[in-house]
């Protein structure tokens, strides 16, 4: 028989969760290590994270940064090495997964392969002994929330990943957990149907109201249905912050190359006029403006600066006004339909690219081989620390 993949709400969760006013969950300087033959490896180091009850909050980073087994301490399957976890204000450190308020939805959605769709969502209902007709009007709900209403008498067999993936949700949501954990529960679908599952878990969880806690490796999932993402390496979460924050001043090298194109550009701090941006030497005369230097950054050192492709204007005259200003020869030009993709050599062994939409339908601003120069407000170069 398959095992269920959710764990189950604790009694008291037959009724909608009551809220506090405290954060749905919050981690307080949590580390996890494990033992690996002679070695101790640190999954998890000294976390301290705030998710606030009804958001969509999203785990996000690489391979073995530490997202899985946070979202494991979370549910009760491993227990902090140090640190505290709380639910709803409550320290659940400890407490078994049995009896904690959350459910957890994974990949692999683990579906009774001999029960219909409507059984499998009605199990966890059933096994706590909820009154029948009630089940049937909860999963019946569940099955039009995740739009299946049509299919609660289908095998999970007879349906498709993306509709099998609705049934695990549904069947995690029936108990209504203070939160759901959602481990990259898209990742073994087709990228169009990952896509539109996006749309359709973010609506989903705006109907439900509930909690969401969601791992994933790729940035633009996370981007497009997160509330709040803190992005992790290495056990550590190197920034916490809205989509458009992480995306439009990533804090560190790391965010800025992990989320979306960036160029980073190394430069040497000269001056600033007063009250004005700092001037960045980036190439032989080449300076792009910084709002802001890194802490401890001062003139005559050096810094790191990123900008997004699509905030570089390329053009064939020299920029005006307080803008940066780097010369260079494209080297690359990749035609997109809606977009030109420009790779521009800016000397010092440093490539810029830019990204231009083709709204105008004016063709290529250069060719390859072509001088031109690269342009953009110092509001969007951002200079990082390491
Ligand atoms: P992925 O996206 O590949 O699942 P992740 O970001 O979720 O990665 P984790 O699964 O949390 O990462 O693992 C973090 C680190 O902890 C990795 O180096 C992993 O090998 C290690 N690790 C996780 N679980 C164990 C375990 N039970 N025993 C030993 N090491 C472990």
């Keep these: 028989m398959a095992t269920t993949t959710t764990t189950s709400a604790p009694e008291a969760a037959a009724e909608p969760p009551t809220r506090t006013g405290e954060p749905a969950i919050s981690l307080e300087g949590v580390t996890k290590s494990f033992r690996s033959g002679s070695e101790t490896v640190t999954a998890v180091a000294g976390v301290d994270l705030t998710i606030g009850a009804g958001e969509f909050f999203s785990l996000l980073g690489p391979s073995g940064c530490g997202k899985t087994t946070t979202m494991r301490?979370?549910?009760?399957?491993?227990?902090?090495?140090?640190?505290t976890v709380r639910l709803d204000g409550r320290d659940v450190t400890g407490i078994p997964a049995n009896h904690r308020d959350v459910n957890m939805v994974f990949q692999s959605y683990a579906l009774f392969p001999h029960m219909s769709v409507a059984d499998n969502v009605a199990f966890g209902l059933r096994r706590r002994g909820v009154a029948k007709a009630e089940i049937r009007t909860r999963v019946a709900e569940m099955l039009?929330?995740?739009?299946?209403?049509?299919?609660?008498?289908?095998?999970?067999s007879q349906l498709s990943g993306g509709q099998q993936q609705r049934v695990a949700l549904a069947r995690a949501?029936?108990?209504?957990?203070?939160?759901?954990?959602?481990?990259?529960?898209?990742?073994?679908?087709?990228?169009?149907?990952?896509?539109?599952?996006?749309?359709?878990?973010?609506?989903?969880?705006?109907?439900?109201?509930i909690t969401f806690v969601y791992v994933t490796h790729d940035q633009g999932e996370a981007l497009t249905m997160s509330d709040r993402i803190a992005v992790m390496n290495h056990g550590r979460v190197e920034q916490l912050g809205t989509?458009?924050?992480?995306?439009?001043?990533?804090?560190?090298?790391?965010?800025?190359?992990?989320?979306?194109?960036?160029n980073l550009l190394t430069g040497v701090v000269r001056d600033r006029?007063?009250?004005?941006?700092?001037?960045?030497?980036?190439?032989?005369?080449?300076?792009?403006?910084?709002?802001?230097?890194?802490?401890?950054?001062?003139?005559?050192?050096?810094?790191?600066?990123?900008?997004?492709?699509?905030?570089?204007?390329?053009?064939?005259?020299?920029?005006?006004?307080?803008?940066?200003?780097?010369?260079?020869?494209?080297?690359?030009?990749?035609y997109?339909?809606?977009?030109?993709?420009y790779q521009v050599d800016i000397g010092s062994d440093q490539q810029v690219t830019v990204f231009q939409q083709n709204a105008s339908g004016a063709g290529l601003v250069a060719e390859r081989g072509e001088r031109v120069w690269l342009s953009w407000p110092p509001e969007h170069s951002y200079a990082l620390s390491d």
């Excluded at 301490?73 to 640190?83: L, R």
């Excluded at 203070?178 to 359709?200: I, N, Y």
């Excluded at 941006?277 to 709002?291: D, S």
């Design 73 to 83: 301490m979370i549910a009760g399957f491993e227990e902090p090495t140090s640190g």
């Design 144 to 156: 039009d929330l995740v739009e299946l209403g049509h299919r609660a008498k289908h095998r999970p």
């Design 336 to 341: 997109l339909g809606s977009a030109t993709h």
């Design 243 to 262: 989509p458009a924050e992480i995306y439009e001043h990533p804090a560190t090298r790391f965010v800025a190359d992990f989320i979306g194109t960036s």
């Design 273 to 334: 006029s007063e009250g004005g941006p700092w001037r960045v030497e980036v190439g032989e005369g080449a300076t792009a403006l910084a709002a802001e230097l890194p802490d401890g950054a001062e003139a005559g050192g050096e810094v790191h600066l990123t900008v997004r492709p699509e905030k570089v204007h390329i053009g064939t005259a020299e920029p005006e006004g307080t803008v940066s200003r780097v010369p260079g020869t494209v080297t690359e030009t990749v």
């Design 173 to 209: 949501l029936v108990n209504q957990p203070g939160a759901l954990l959602l481990d990259e529960p898209l990742g073994a679908l087709d990228l169009k149907l990952r896509q539109s599952m996006q749309v359709e878990l973010k609506r989903i969880q705006r109907e439900v109201g």
